[in-house]
């Protein structure tokens, strides 16, 4: 793991410990509020998406700095990242207070706005994913043996992540807009395990990386293991994406 981050790594680092700690203060505060945890209106959201996106950041953050591409553009891209996460995450938990929806509210000017604003915010996460992305295939990674492998596949699924993300969006906002606000609420549900089983690829494959280069396994026997938890993964993706056909 990469030891004297520049400032923007260590502003990314702290974003994403705020928004883990504030999924874990929500959580707190459904243990005392109570209410469903699923359904539109729920702080599971806040609590999911705080915790996701947190950890995601840090993730993004820690594995981009074995691509190959310039710090100057990496900063940006990463401090772009960092505030559309904040972005995201204060939309989702504003609405969550307001006990409203948050995404695919077409009911007032106000929920429309922020639900456009998700969806935009959604759709920049998908551009500054994807550059990451390409640029891990275009360069050879750096990092110990396995690692190249690792972040290739990890980006590589967290694009599946991204496609299942806005296929909800865009299914979402089309039966919203066409009057069919409560289908529109439930019409994310099967893709939700896709989503979900994907979109952490990027942070366990690199993790297991990492972790395999403190032991004393010979390179071989490591690069090994991590093709297997490769293979393991893009099997657990699989099956979430035919439950998604069988279930949408």
Same mark, same amino acid.
């Given at each position: 793991?990469?030891?004297?981050?520049?400032?923007?790594?260590?502003?990314?680092?702290?974003?994403?410990?705020?928004?883990?700690?504030?999924?874990?203060?929500?959580?707190?505060?459904?243990?005392?509020?109570?209410?469903?945890?699923?359904?539109?209106?729920?702080?599971?959201?806040?609590?999911?998406?705080?915790?996701?996106?947190?950890?995601?950041?840090?993730?993004?953050?820690?594995?981009?700095?074995?691509?190959?591409?310039?710090?100057?553009?990496?900063?940006?891209?990463l401090v772009?990242?960092?505030?559309?996460?904040?972005?995201?995450?204060?939309g989702i938990?504003?609405?969550?207070?307001?006990?409203?929806?948050?995404?695919?509210?077409?009911?007032?000017?106000?929920?429309?706005?922020?639900?456009?604003?998700?969806?935009?915010?959604?759709?920049?996460?998908v551009v500054?994913?994807?550059?990451?992305?390409?640029?891990?295939?275009?360069?050879?990674? +750096?990092? /110990?043996?396995?690692?190249?492998?690792? #972040?290739?596949?990890?980006?590589?699924?967290? %694009?599946? !992540? =991204? @496609?299942?993300?806005?296929?909800?969006?865009?299914?979402?906002?089309?039966?919203?807009?066409?009057?069919?606000?409560?289908?529109?609420?439930?019409? +994310?549900? /099967?893709?939700?395990?896709?989503?979900? #089983?994907?979109?952490?690829?990027?942070?366990? %494959?690199? !993790? =297991? @990386?990492?972790?395999?280069?403190?032991?004393?396994?010979?390179?071989?026997?490591?690069?090994?293991?991590?093709?297997?938890?490769?293979?393991?993964?893009?099997?657990?993706?699989?099956?979430?994406?035919?439950?998604?056909?069988?279930?949408?």
């Amino acid at each position: 793991m990469k030891l004297h981050a520049r400032p923007a790594e260590r502003l990314c680092h702290v974003i994403g410990a705020l928004l883990i700690l504030s999924g874990l203060v929500h959580l707190v505060v459904f243990a005392v509020d109570g209410g469903p945890w699923y359904g539109p209106v729920s702080w599971r959201k806040p609590v999911t998406f705080g915790l996701s996106f947190g950890a995601t950041l840090i993730a993004v953050t820690w594995v981009t700095s074995y691509l190959r591409i310039g710090a100057r553009l990496r900063t940006v891209l990463l401090v772009v990242f960092a505030a559309d996460c904040v972005v995201e995450v204060g939309g989702i938990t504003l609405q969550a207070w307001r006990r409203v929806p948050s995404h695919l509210d077409m009911e007032t000017p106000f929920d429309t706005a922020v639900s456009m604003m998700l969806a935009v915010g959604g759709g920049v996460l998908v551009v500054l994913l994807t550059v990451f992305a390409v640029t891990s295939f275009r360069h050879r990674p +750096t990092g /110990p043996t396995g690692m190249a492998l690792a #972040v290739r596949s990890g980006f590589a699924i967290m %694009l599946v !992540a =991204l @496609a299942s993300g806005a296929a909800m969006i865009a299914r979402g906002v089309v039966l919203a807009r066409t009057g069919h606000q409560e289908a529109a609420y439930h019409s +994310t549900a /099967p893709l939700k395990p896709l989503h979900g #089983v994907s979109l952490h690829a990027v942070l366990a %494959l690199p !993790a =297991l @990386a990492w972790l395999l280069s403190r032991t004393s396994w010979s390179e071989a026997v490591r690069l090994r293991v991590v093709t297997v938890a490769v293979g393991c993964y893009v099997v657990a993706v699989a099956g979430a994406g035919v439950w998604a056909v069988l279930t949408y």
